[in-house]
């Protein structure tokens, strides 16, 4: 299972968090802000922050894709939206 810690810069746009389809991922947010999680069907950013899971500083979970985000069909990638810059680190399959 890859891991990789992912380091937000406060761009303002989401980040794509996963480098190849998954399922299922532990996000961990290990900074000191909140964070987005988000999902697609594929590589086109999401437009908006609705619909996505908020982390709050040391929190997380494991995300199976298809429980977490329903609304989007075919779920195979994730993305994280961290406006204030935040460190986050995954694991996921």
Known sequence: MP???????????PKLATDNDVTKARVQNTGAYPIVVQATNGTTAPTSTAGGVT???GTGDTLALADWFPGVSGANRLWIYGPEGAPVSMSYA
């Open 3 to 13: 891991h990789t810690t992912i380091a937000l810069l406060g761009t303002g746009t």
């Open 55 to 57: 982390f709050g500083p």
